[in-house]
């Protein structure tokens, strides 16, 4: 039986001081004669939060997760939400029912539909200005903070413009020319010249030495971004994709709110125009592809905890900024289904490390024996059926819609069947994503839009006709 717990609201919920705002305005006019000041029509401070892969259930499961396990709420639902408006947005890309994170990210940052794989291109060829570049243009300071590499699809497609995704060092490029004044991610990879370790270039460019020639502050570890000041700073925390939220070493790899946090503070140094703010958590996106509901869960909290910290902003600004939380698309058509309870979420729970970090324990060729332990040791509760073992130890995928993985697929249906949450497939579905939005100019957000709309209402607020 699931426990009812009810949130504990706000003392002073928005209405009430909207309405109290609103009546000293009005003695303020009735006392001076003055007219009430003009509110700024566009918001001088925008974030944009993406889920990368998160679909509704993802943001409801955890939403349950929180409310029973910790007697928490989420700030996404309980607060962006029920205070601001919330909307519909469709995903499909130019050339498919289904989307990629590249041709998403192009609608959502440029305005019009993509095709897979090109990222900040439209369909028919033409280069458009993305919001970023229009928002730099208009004198505001811009930031990128991702736990995926910076050079992904989806973080690319505000800043860049290449006909293929996998054009990683054209990317790098054109974020030296872009100069975002915080970027902050994984993929050092591309950044450091091919006779480092670890280099993924094909050339001698050492591109961190270029930013810093363009006067940024380099940092490449947690203590590092807490103490960077400056008024433009690169961040690369690993040489590939960040850690899931259960595997992070906390000592050294900041944890995305801890970037938020960090590009907040170092966007608002000196800032008279305002600032764009991108947040990506790809792991929700990397979670559904393995079909590890725990990393799942754990990530979107960590991603809530970033909004957390615009809706604190917004708080403190709320005539001049919007605040923005989205998904390029769904990943694995993730549910409930069976009539979990409490328990089911209590066994997620115990769950502590990703199913990535457990195919990695286990190398590529675990004997059974090996298999068993792991089990006993980190999937405590849980019963590895026999079919499931064996399609470990002798590599055999379960089928087309499972990871190609068979270490991670195997692991990722042992969880489904104890826990309910289960996945349609380990690839991207069709599903509309939510889109909500709280402060200047949230009500255009509202209803059932295309991903293309995202932009153009950006645009509208930023004040670009064409
Ligand atoms: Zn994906």
């Known amino acids: 039986m699931i426990s009812r717990i009810s949130f504990r609201r706000s003392a002073f919920p ?6 109290l705002a609103a009546s000293l305005s009005l003695v303020f006019s009735l006392v001076t004669g003055a007219s009430e000041p003009t509110r700024p029509v566009a918001p001088k401070y925008i974030f944009i939060f993406l889920a990368d892969g998160g679909g509704i259930t993802h943001m409801e499961i955890t939403r349950m997760y929180n ?10 639902a309980d607060k962006i939400m029920k205070e601001g408006s919330v909307g519909l947005l469709t995903t499909h890309a130019a050339d498919s029912l289904v989307t990629d994170s590249s041709a998403a990210a192009t609608a959502l940052a440029c305005g019009c539909k993509a095709k897979n794989g090109a990222v900040g291109t439209c369909e028919d060829g033409v280069i458009p200005k993305t919001v970023m570049e229009v928002a730099k243009e208009r004198g505001m300071r811009i930031g990128i903070v991702t736990n995926s590499t910076v050079y992904d699809a989806t973080p690319a497609s505000f800043a860049g413009h290449v006909s293929n995704r996998r054009l990683y060092a054209t990317i790098v490029d054109q974020y030296l020319q872009l100069e975002p004044e915080v970027l902050l991610g994984g993929g050092r990879d591309q950044f450091i010249p091919r ?3 670890g280099s993924r270039r094909r050339d001698d460019a050492d591109v961190i030495a270029a930013f810093q020639k363009k006067g940024y502050a380099y940092v490449s570890d947690r203590p590092g971004l807490s103490q960077a000041k ?3 700073v690169l961040g690369l925390f690993g040489l590939r994709d960040l850690s899931f939220e259960l595997d992070r070493d906390k000592s050294r790899e900041p944890s995305l709110s801890e970037m938020t946090q960090a590009a907040i503070r170092l966007l608002q140094e000196g800032n008279r125009r305002g600032f764009m703010l991108l947040i990506e958590n790809e792991n929700i996106d990397s979670a559904g592809h393995i079909m590890d509901v725990t990393s799942l869960i754990q990530d979107y909290r960590e991603f809530d905890r970033a909004v957390a910290l615009a809706y604190e902003f917004y708080r403190k600004h709320p005539s001049e900024t919007l605040v923005l939380v989205t998904s390029d698309h769904e990943t694995g058509g993730l549910s409930f289904s069976g009539y979990p309870s409490v328990k089911e979420l209590q066994k997620i729970q115990s769950i502590r490390i990703s ?13 059974p ?3 068993d332990r792991l089990v006993a040791e980190h ?4 019963t590895l059926r026999p079919e499931l073992r064996e399609a470990i130890v002798k590599k055999r995928r379960l089928g087309p819609t499972y ?3 068979p270490t991670v697929g195997a692991l990722g249906a042992m969880i489904a069947n104890e826990t309910k949450a289960f996945w349609i497939s380990a690839g991207h579905t069709n599903q509309p994503v939510f889109v909500a939005a709280l402060g200047v100019g949230a009500e255009k957000f509202r209803g059932y839009q295309d991903n293309t709309d995202f932009a153009k209402h950006l645009f509208a607020l930023l004040g670009k006709t064409k």
């Open 355 to 367: 199913l990535s970090k457990a195919a990695e324990i286990l190398g590529p060729s675990p004997s």
């Open 403 to 405: 990871p190609s993985n």
């Open 369 to 371: 024996e090996a298999v």
């Open 230 to 232: 400056g008024g433009k």
């Open 195 to 197: 006779s480092r370790p």
């Open 67 to 76: 409310r029973h396990l910790y007697n928490e709420g989420l700030t996404i």
């Open 14 to 19: 928005a209405a009430i001081t909207a309405l």
């Open 379 to 382: 999937f405590k509760g849980f």
